[in-house]
């Protein structure tokens, strides 16, 4: 990994990531289970307890949590649909764009595979990981790969972010000064940055190169 990858990695660690999950059942009951989603440098699952890790990758991970935020498995019937849907925080700009254009899944629990320690249901870029007894899946946690080869065949939209030039000048004393003496250019460019994102948004032009080069 390059210094470039591991600044870019380091950027999606802060992100407030969220990934909200729903069970639809077949009686029509729909079940909102909350989660705790985090960027995983290198996630990893065991097929047996006898074998070595196999590697998922860079991606975000969602555990399983009760109504008192502790992590619990989730019993599964084989009835049921899970409906999966990323962003990068409530009430962020991303999450008003994903309202059009949602990273989202749908998922069935006649794709499970069984292995000796879990069971799994892979439809890419996700990855349903349970654990319980044979015949009773227990989804634990929920992995949505964030590699390069994945966000490029998925057409996954994130960007990576170039160093911004005032979070730049505002690392140093000389720097914080000049910001406070030129405020009229610093607002300026505000305003600029935000009628971009705005006539991007409106437009539906946000997933063009030239509006992400105009982002960065």
């Avoid at 990531?17 to 069970?23: D, E, G, K, P, Q």
């Avoid at 307890?49 to 998922?56: G, I, M, V």
Wanted: glycine share 6%; hydrophobic share 35%; with cysteine.
């Amino acid at each position: 990994r390059n210094d470039e990858d591991q600044l870019y990695a380091e950027y999606l660690t802060q992100f407030p990531w969220a990934l909200t999950v729903s069970i639809k059942k077949a009686s029509g009951v729909q079940e909102n289970v909350d989660t705790d989603a985090f960027y995983d440098f290198n996630a990893f699952y065991y097929k047996s307890r006898d074998e070595y890790p196999l590697s998922l990758g860079p991606g975000i991970q969602a555990i399983l949590l009760d109504k008192l935020g502790r992590s619990k498995p989730l019993l599964i019937t084989k009835d049921s649909k899970i409906e999966i849907r990323l962003n990068i925080g409530h009430e962020t700009l991303d999450d008003l764009y994903s309202a059009k254009h949602s990273l989202s899944k749908t998922v069935t629990m006649r794709n499970v595979q069984t292995f000796g320690a879990c069971s799994i249901i892979r439809d890419d870029p996700c990855v349903f990981i349970f654990g319980g007894e044979k015949n009773k899946h227990c989804l634990t946690r929920i992995f949505w790969s964030m590699s390069e080869k994945t966000a490029k065949s998925s057409q996954l939209s994130l960007v990576r972010p170039l160093p911004h030039f005032y979070g730049e000048l505002c690392k140093t004393v000389f720097g914080c000064n000049f910001v406070q003496d030129n405020q009229d250019t610093f607002l300026r460019d505000v305003q600029h940055f935000i009628e971009t994102v705005r006539l991007a948004l409106n437009n539906g032009q946000i997933n063009s190169t030239s509006n992400h080069l105009e982002l960065r």
